[in-house]
């Protein structure tokens, strides 16, 4: 066995046969772990490696075992697939014995089954065919994806699913407000089974019921392996939970591998209650793997506390193995602008000293964040990418707006006309619109809305409410851009259009709206803003190998950075959604354990803090122990292993101190002493060197010793002394979070409120100095 494993990693490596769970925090290892493992069952014949299958929903980490694996010539005849190849194979082999009427694997197939299904509803003129012109496709798909992915039918009942199968199958619900989403779902489906179409969700949901639907089939499947590995268990859905069960239950030598704190997919249908019921679901052995190979001390610290706050979750937090590798900045810029001047100049410096741009990123909760750094980004010549992006001037609901601008100056396109004539809805024709296109190249486009709606009696009013939108438009081309934006979101009611729809994608494009209007303000008039925007669409044309990206949080995951950045670390953005605090809060936590070095956070002094940094006061934890450590134990002043003594414990290094900490029996005897001089003084309670935290260092194995004298001689001084302390209504500063009014002080918590608005934290670490 490899001596670079660790103790907990060589557990999970020695488990030989029957169910497990692994718990892996960020950057812990865990595929070392199960590549191992995997190369231990092959060598020891445990298992065959062909009846070996190793699997996850991500293709990056099955990329990633494959390759690992590869090092060793007799674990080649490993199964390495993701899920949905293997139930293709699965669904290919069902084929081939006439249990499945076969399908064709299409790429775009959504896209074409959804167009094909559309023109459907059309013919048959379905009493909701007007909602189809304003329908976006990718907020229907995402819908057939989660209930493909909950194996929610679109027809459940026409499906003649067997008993057993209909436990765990559901009919499909449709969105609340869009009930006709359902009644597409099913032409959707009757159009794909017609033309033996094969989507990327089917996959799943389809491999799954050919195994329920065929006892024989299932045997041969389960017999192909003896031993299954699934990594990013969290990601699972219940599609992919219910396929593994049937695949694993003869032998249930089946390990799960996870961080139920990384499941940020609940949109598409995974759960975190799939891995934190795993064990009691299958009877598994659990481990933990805590060592955080990546995370330095400052973000590890952070992010446990901020991720403690959620109450549904395995208690588990990262220990780091090293220290001095890196920092949390936290930093309070006014407003949108000054925070992206700050964070150009933190890029650019970092440039300076060494740093490549693809050494650092941009993490996003929304692509609304992006306009003021794309714009200083491109003023200053640094390449960049919006990775699953395009750059916020041409995202759809922004074209839509620019569209109408453009046509109101005489400078649009066909392209821009059919963009807008029936957004939002106004139940006009495709006909119409041609028949209104074709007039205006002869006589302008506010004077064919006027003759064609003259012509057209049924759509006489749209076309001549639009006639008078166009009239008006061109007439406030004079004004600022950003006033003209505003009142053409408010006469469009654009923001209610944009809101059908899952909830969340409408409403991040309605926070890229008005980002986008605000960015307009200082952009001149109208015709000055289309030139400005053409100019970045001339300076965004330039390629460069190496680009700062710009990713969502989502896209993150399973990836890192030396270099972090995460703006906007505000109430509104984290969380953007109260609907779900607990996966918001988990979004928060993925962002934070991405870096390998330094992290920059960035919050706008003029709106409340976000929730999640409440507990930012760890930052000053963290530098007062990385101090600490850094010196000999012996040179440690009696305040110093005051705060060391109980800090340690508080935030659970106690592993970090026995595993990675060279000069740990040292500390911990004079520590040991510490407690026993405080006990024998009386002056435990009062410095906080509670019996726990003794516990914590007593359990690290080293014996007090005898200390030098006068060890200790200032011991009672350090005790607090009664003085009256900060009270309600005083002003305080502190040194991260500037100047404040205490609101409350209650068993030494100091909650203060800084800055007009900004949210109320509680400080159970300040450093607070009494103003008056």
């Known amino acids: 066995m490899s001596l670079r494993l660790t103790d907990e990693q060589q557990a999970i490596v020695a488990h030989n046969e029957g169910p497990a769970l692994v718990f892996a925090v960020a950057g812990a290892g865990k595929t070392t772990a199960l590549v191992h493992r995997i190369e231990r069952l092959v060598r020891e014949e445990v298992f065959e490696p062909r009846k070996i299958l190793a699997t996850s929903f991500s293709r990056m980490a099955v990329d990633d075992l494959r390759q690992a694996l590869s090092r060793w ?48 509803a059309r013919e048959l003129r379905c009493s909701w065919v007007s909602e189809l012109d304003g329908l976006e496709p990718e907020d229907f798909l995402n819908y057939v994806g989660a209930c493909k992915g909950n194996l929610q039918y679109a027809d459940l009942k026409g499906a003649g699913l067997p008993p057993a199968a209909l436990r765990v199958a559901a009919q499909a619900k449709a969105p609340e407000g869009l009930e006709w989403y359902l009644d597409l779902y099913r032409l959707f489906e009757q159009v794909r089974r017609e033309e033996g179409i094969l989507t990327f969700d089917d996959m799943l949901m389809q491999g799954w ?58 949109w598409r249908g995974a759960s975190p209650r799939f891995i934190l019921e795993f064990a009691r679901r299958y009877g ?4 933990l793997i805590r060592d955080t190979f990546r995370c330095p001390l400052p973000q590890a610290l952070l992010a446990n506390q901020v991720i403690a706050q959620n109450p549904q979750r395995e208690p588990k937090r990262l220990s780091p193995v090293r220290l001095g590798k890196g920092r949390v900045h936290l930093c309070l810029p006014p407003h949108a602008p000054a925070q992206a001047l700050a964070l150009v100049d933190e890029v650019e410096s970092l440039q300076a000293q060494g740093y490549r741009l693809d050494q650092m990123v941009v993490l996003l909760r929304l692509y609304a964040q992006t306009p003021y750094l794309e714009q200083l980004l491109l003023e200053r010549s640094i390449p960049y990418q919006v990775v699953g992006s395009p750059p916020f001037y041409q995202r759809p609901e922004i074209r839509v707006l620019l569209s109408y601008l453009r046509l ?12 807008v004539y029936n957004t939002p809805k106004r139940y006009l024709s495709r006909a119409v619109a041609e028949v209104v296109w074709r007039r205006a190249q002869e006589v302008g486009l506010e004077e064919a809305l006027v003759q064609v709606a003259h012509q057209e009696v049924s759509a006489q009013r749209p076309l001549l409410e639009l006639a008078e939108l166009f009239f008006w438009l061109r007439s406030a081309a004079g004004a ?44 001149g008039q109208v015709r000055d803003l289309l030139a400005h925007l053409r100019e970045l669409v001339r300076w965004h044309d330039g390629t460069s190998a190496e680009r700062l990206s710009l990713m969502s949080i989502h896209r993150s995951k399973g990836l890192e950075w030396p270099i972090v950045f995460l703006p906007d670390c505000n109430l509104g953005t984290f ?40 507990e930012a006061e760890v930052l000053e934890a963290a530098e007062r ?105 005083q002003w305080v500063r502190h040194l991260q979070f500037g100047v404040g009014r205490v609101v409350a002080l209650e068993d030494g918590v100091v909650t203060v409120a800084f800055a007009e608005g900004m949210r109320r934290l509680a400080l159970r670490y300040a450093r607070l100095e009494v103003l008056g």
């Open 408 to 419: 109101a100056l005489g400078e649009g396109e066909a392209q821009d006309w059919f963009a």
């Open 284 to 287: 598994a052995k659990k481990y």
């Open 625 to 729: 122990l990385e101090k600490a450590l850094a010196q000999p134990p012996e040179a440690l002043s009696t305040a110093a292993l005051v705060a060391l003594a109980r800090e340690v414990a508080a935030f659970g290094l106690e592993r970090f101190l026995s595993h990675w900490w060279p000069a740990t029996a040292r500390l911990v005897a004079r520590v040991l002493r510490l407690f026993a001089r405080a006990e024998a003084m009386g002056l435990s309670a009062a410095l906080g060197l509670t019996a726990e935290a003794k516990k914590v260092w007593a359990d690290l194995g080293s014996e007090p010793g005898e200390g030098p004298p006068g060890e200790f001689a200032d011991l009672a001084a350090l005790a607090p002394q009664p003085k009256s302390g900060p009270l309600p209504g």
């Open 575 to 614: 969380p953007y959604s109260s609907g779900n605090l607990e996966e918001e809060r988990r979004l928060f936590y993925v962002a934070l354990t991405r870096s390998s070095s330094h992290t920059y956070l960035y919050a706008l002094s003029s709106l409340p803090l976000s929730p999640f940094l409440q």
């Open 209 to 266: 019921e050919v195994l329920v639907r065929h006892p024989d089939l299932l045997q041969a499947v389960q017999r192909a392996f003896q031993a299954v590995l699934v990594d990013e268990f969290q990601d699972v859905n219940l599609a992919q939970s219910e396929l593994l069960d049937l695949i694993t239950a003869p032998h249930r030598n089946y390990m799960a591998v996870g961080d139920d704190d990384q499941t940020i997919y609940e």
């Open 480 to 523: 600022p851009a950003h006033a003209v934006l505003e009142a053409l979101e408010r006469r469009l009611d654009y923001s209610r259009h944009l809101l059908r729809g899952l909830p969340e994608v409408g409403a991040g494009r309605v926070e890229g709206v008005r980002v986008f209007i605000e960015y307009a303000r200082d952009k």
């Open 73 to 120: 010539p007799h674990t080649l005849g490993v199964q390495v697939s993701t899920l949905h190849a293997l139930c293709y194979r699965i669904l290919r082999k069902a084929e081939r014995e006439g249990l499945w009427p076969g399908a064709e694997l299409r790429e775009e197939a959504e896209r074409i089954l959804l167009q094909r299904a559309m023109q459907r």
